[in-house]
C-alpha cells in the first residue's frame, strides 16, 4: 500500500439531499480519506456512498497510502491537511499522537459504537473509532509448501531458509512480525535487534510493503512469508494456489483498523467522519467487510464469521481465546530507528 503506485478509487457522487444542522449544506465536500488501495477498499466506498446520499455534494476519494506517508505529509503540510481522515492501525495511531496529527474523535456521535466487543476497543487508544481487524499469520503457494508452519518457531526448522519473505518494518505488518518473533523466542518485544538477527539467519528477500509480498508469493519469487490475512484472501480469491495459516506463539495475531481524523481539516470535517463510521458499523457494511473477498474480522457484537472466512480469520471458541494484538505503544516507537537498521541489514 503505496502513495502514487494505486489508482484512487473514489469520487463518489451524491445522490440525495437531507439537510442536518452542524454539516456542509448545499455545499460541494469531497472527503479525502487513506485506505487500501485496492479491493479491500469496498466496504469504504460503500459507506462513503452512503454518506453521499445523505448530504447533498458530499463526495468520498479514497487514496490507497501507508499511514506512515500520510502522517509525514500532513506535517510538511504546516496547517492545511492534504487528507480528511484515514483508515488506520493501532501501532500508526501511537506515531501520530506522538507528532499531534489527528483529532480525537467523539464516540458520543457514533451510536454504533456501543455495539462494538470490548475486546476492541483499547485499540483505538481513546482516540479512533475500531471498525475491523486483520490478522498476521503465513501465506504461502501450496504447490511448494506441504506442510507450513503453524507457529512462529517453526519457520526457523531449517526448511524455509532462502524461501520466505518479510515485510520492511515502515510497515505495521513488517514492525508487528519483528515483535512477534522477539515474543515467540522469550524476548521483550522491544528488542528489534534480536529479531532482525533471527531474521537474518533465514535469508529473507525484501518486500517494500504488504501488497508487493503479497505479488512476490504470486510470481513465486518467495514460497511464503508473513502477510495480512486480508491480502492473503486477496490472492486466493484471484484462483491462485495460495494458502495461509493463522500462525499461532503468539497468536492467532489481530490488528484492529480504526477511522481517524486528521486536523487541520475544513469546518464540518468532524461531522462527516463520526457519521461516516457510525455508517461502516452498521450491519449491512460489517457483513460486506467480514465476506468475500478481503473476510476482514469483523468488531460488532453478534456478526457471525462466514465459513469461507474460517480459514483466515479466528472463528472456534479455541482461537478467539488465544487471539492476540501486540504491544503497539512500546513497538510502535521504534519503527524510525528500526527501520534503519533494516535498511542496512537486509540492503532494503
Not at 525484501?206 to 514460497?223: H, N, T
Request: aromatic share 8%; net charge negative; hydrophobic share 45%.
Amino acid at each position: 500500500m503505496q502513495f502514487n503506485r494505486r489508482t484512487v478509487l473514489g469520487g463518489l457522487a451524491a445522490a440525495s439531499a437531507l439537510s442536518a444542522p452542524g454539516i456542509l449544506r448545499a455545499q460541494t465536500r469531497e472527503l479525502v480519506m487513506v485506505g487500501y488501495g485496492d479491493a479491500a477498499d469496498a466496504p469504504l466506498i460503500a459507506a462513503g456512498e452512503e454518506l453521499a446520499k445523505r448530504h447533498a455534494g458530499v463526495s468520498l476519494k479514497v487514496i490507497g497510502g501507508l499511514s506512515s506517508e500520510a502522517l509525514a505529509q500532513i506535517k510538511a503540510a504546516r496547517g492545511n491537511s492534504p487528507y480528511d481522515l484515514a483508515v488506520m492501525g493501532s501501532p500508526a495511531i501511537v506515531n501520530a499522537l506522538a507528532e499531534d496529527v489527528i483529532v480525537p474523535l467523539d464516540f458520543s456521535k457514533i451510536p454504533n459504537s456501543a455495539n462494538v466487543d470490548p475486546r476492541f476497543t483499547p485499540y483505538g487508544y481513546d482516540v479512533g473509532q475500531p471498525i475491523w481487524f486483520e490478522g498476521i499469520g503465513i501465506a504461502y503457494d501450496k504447490t511448494r509448501v506441504e506442510t507450513p508452519p503453524t507457529t512462529w518457531e517453526e519457520l526457523w526448522s531449517g526448511d524455509f531458509n532462502g524461501r520466505v519473505g518479510m515485510c520492511r518494518p515502515q510497515s505495521n505488518l513488517g514492525l508487528g512480525v519483528l515483535a512477534a518473533t522477539c515474543e515467540a523466542f522469550g524476548q521483550p518485544q522491544s528488542d528489534m535487534t534480536f529479531a532482525l538477527e533471527k531474521w537474518k539467519e533465514l535469508d529473507p528477500l525484501v518486500g517494500r510493503s504488504p501488497s508487493l509480498l503479497q505479488q512476490m508469493i504470486e510470481r513465486g519469487e518467495v514460497d511464503l512469508a508473513p502477510l495480512w490475512h486480508v491480502n492473503a484472501a486477496l490472492a486466493a480469491s484471484s484462483g491462485l494456489p495460495i494458502g495461509y495459516t493463522k500462525i499461532a506463539g503468539p497468536g492467532p495475531l489481530m490488528l484492529p483498523t480504526n477511522i481517524v481524523q486528521f486536523v487541520n481539516t475544513a469546518d464540518g470535517t468532524g461531522d462527516l467522519v463520526h457519521e461516516f463510521a457510525d455508517i461502516i458499523l452498521t450491519q449491512q457494511i460489517q457483513e460486506m467487510a467480514g465476506g468475500a473477498p478481503t473476510y476482514f474480522g469483523t468488531v460488532v457484537e453478534g456478526i457471525a464469521v462466514p465459513e469461507a472466512a474460517a480459514p483466515y480469520v479466528p472463528s472456534t471458541e479455541a482461537e478467539l481465546d488465544t487471539m492476540t494484538s501486540l504491544d503497539w505503544k512500546t513497538a510502535a516507537p521504534l519503527r524510525g530507528e528500526t527501520v534503519e537498521t533494516f535498511d542496512r541489514m537486509f540492503g532494503a
